[in-house]
């Protein structure tokens, strides 16, 4: 009996003692603190009154947009990962009703002197330019190693059953002429699709 509370009494010490052990949230609060947020609101508002991106905004608040919207969130394995997402902590579904409110979109869980500016293809390549790419990799493979439930997010996204999405993006009227959109403003939506299956060894 004594060795009993003995025990009980070494493992409420050791858990209380122990550190607090981190969030998948804290792990993407960690990436969010290395970008250069300031930089990064002032490139929106200098863009903001671009054409080429106020045409974007238009497009995007158009009817044929929102039906990618409902198609693409009508996925399951989408689904499944957004409910991934929340199960770890993540607000997902606040963060992207948050879009869908601003563009008119249909919410996915209810809930209660300006500087030239080069078009979408030149905001992509300025928020390109802005970003610590060297240390988000850096930051990555970090979290790769010291981050259970980081690691168990890349994971879950490699393990993605990225077909469905693949079937929409071929077969869909809206997805297609959404990408027709961004090749006429010379955005190679080939590259970035064989980019992240390459990332996340998508085959």
Not at 37 to 43: V, W
Not at 79 to 91: C, F, Q
Not at 122 to 128: A, H, I, S
């Amino acid at each position: 009996m004594k060795v009993a509370v003995l025990f009980v009494a070494c493992l409420v010490v050791s858990v209380s003692c122990a550190p607090t052990q981190l969030s998948l949230q804290d792990d993407l609060d960690d990436f969010v603190a290395i970008l250069p947020l300031e930089d990064l609101k002032k490139l929106a508002f200098r863009y903001i009154l671009d054409k080429e991106v106020q045409a974007a905004i238009a497009y995007l608040q158009d009817e044929e947009f929102s039906a990618v919207w409902d198609q693409f969130f009508a996925v399951a394995e989408v689904r499944d990962l957004l409910n991934y997402l929340e199960e770890a902590g993540i607000p997902a579904y606040d963060a992207l009703n948050t879009v869908a409110e601003f563009l008119g979109l249909k919410p996915l869980k209810p809930k209660g002197k300006l500087a030239t500016t080069g078009g979408l293809k030149g905001l992509l390549d300025e928020l390109l330019e802005l970003l610590p790419l060297a240390d988000l990799e850096a930051l990555f493979e970090e979290k790769l190693v010291s981050s259970s439930e980081f690691k168990a997010l890349f994971e879950r996204l490699q393990n993605f059953d990225y077909k469905q999405v693949e079937d929409l993006y071929e077969n869909s009227a809206e997805v297609q002429s959404l990408i027709q959109k961004l090749r006429d403003h010379d955005i190679d939506v080939d590259l970035i699709v064989e980019l992240v299956k390459s990332f996340f060894g998508w085959k």
